[in-house]
């Protein structure tokens, strides 16, 4: 047993006791101020026998990673203290461990105090209040939950609650109650969203309407959809006749309404299949005990953005629209859940009074959990929203777009309603807002051909680039795929086995260039019935893409 007082040279000159109780009054305390370079793994693992805070290090470091093999972890790493800013005193701080790596996508883990010190910054003064959680791993927090839901029905009336168009409405849905699937009432539901897998198709025969047979996260879903408060669950394998190829096609096409619609999504993002259950509901979470660290308990916790990222869920096709077009989500994970909604987003690892501070957001990595809606439209939206989908997989090549229609429909939905805020005055109309995946857009003040045309013209400009090692190819003229033309980026998705590597890119957008001085780009559009059209008549058309020829 190694005593406190045995530490090595580096370990001695980190003060962890004066980041824990940010002991620098006078002074504002910055993530900087403490850190622990690791450097190298293998000579800090090499330290555990003579040193106690190295030999204690190594013990959080393995249970912080214990998904990963200690040695495989990147060399360089750094513990560091990053401040905690209290919601309701703005002067009192308190401070969170972080283990970082100066590798670029390499994972961060955290050690939230489980009673944070909030230290006053000018006069020493000090509390302390709950901020890291413990979890259930056998179950999730429905009270918070609930109570999330609840606050959201209440407060977020225009962005959260507002069901602008009943474009399609769903036949059926799961009723959790009787378990059976019936003819869908006039009622809120709820939708999931998750990876089919490797589970046999013929457990979901639509005749089955007993539900005997059903793979573990769609039971679970069930049992979350009555633990909410509600009765109704849409499924798409239950709820689309798999054997009406008419109802099947038009389910598809308007996939988008019935997330849209849906009161709250329930996100499967854990395991690879349907089969894996909800961790917190049918399966334990990976949770791991309390760190002591100077007298004071810490708790691990994953990175939530990785968390997500790194799902089967996350690299699929259709999920990426059920995700950005859900209004609320509950997200599950294997180390825990997550609310969010346009306007909120919290996680049950954290004390509820930090939910949405800036604290939250820089473990998150990013402003955001998953991408929300933006509040604002852009013109550049599209293209953005675009970038995100592009590297996800699908099964079947053929829905390439079909799984995307959605974002478009939603964007064009919006700038008809808001056109007159975008400073651009550019808006995208409202029945064909793309031909084979390209945006079209509409100018305000010069709506004529030329005009159009041009804008397409430029929205041509995408490249593929290989992430790593810069451009890959250009464009895609020499990989066409049957069902898209080639100047269409759905001809080049879907066609490499590690998507990861590559991302879209479009450099030319109608919004970063000025006035037209010299436009004389025609486009025209040729009918399958062999009317010929120009951009601007197809926009207002009913007759979608697909009854238009790619040339
Ligand atoms: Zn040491
Ligand atoms: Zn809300």
Redesign the pocket.
Known sequence: MLRTSQ??????RADFSKAIMRSTPGKDFYYEDFFYEIRTISM?LD?EE??????Q?TKILRMTFSDIETTSLPECFRLGATSISNPALTRYQSTYFCFRSFERGAPWRYLLPVQARFVDNFSNDHFYHSFGKPISPDTIDYNMFNDCIKLCRSRHSTTCNSISQFRFTTKRLIDCKDRVICTAPNSRYICLSYVWGDAPTENATFDDRSLAEIPQTVSDAMFVTLRLGMRYLWVDRYCIDQNNPEEKHDAIRNMDSIYRNAFITIIAAAGSGSDYGLPGVSRPRKSTPPVGIDSHAFMVMQNPSIDMKDSTWNTRGWTYQEMLLSRRRLIFTDYQSYFQCQKHQTMEQLHKDFESTDSMKRMLGYKHLLPTQEEFFTVDEIYSRLEEYYPRTLRYETDNINAFVGVFRELSDRTSDHYSSSPSGLYMPHQNPHFYGIPLWLDLKLADDDNISWRFGLSLGWRIEKVKNGPLFAHAGAMVKPSFPSWSWASTKGQRLNHDHYRIVFSSRPSHSGEIQDANFSAYVTHKSGERISLSAYTTRADDYTLFHPW
């Not at 530490?7 to 001695?12: D, K, L, N, S, W």
């Not at 003579?50 to 030999?55: K, T």
């Open positions: 530490t090595c040279e580096r370990c001695a800090f330290r003579e040193c106690f805070r190295c030999n290090l």
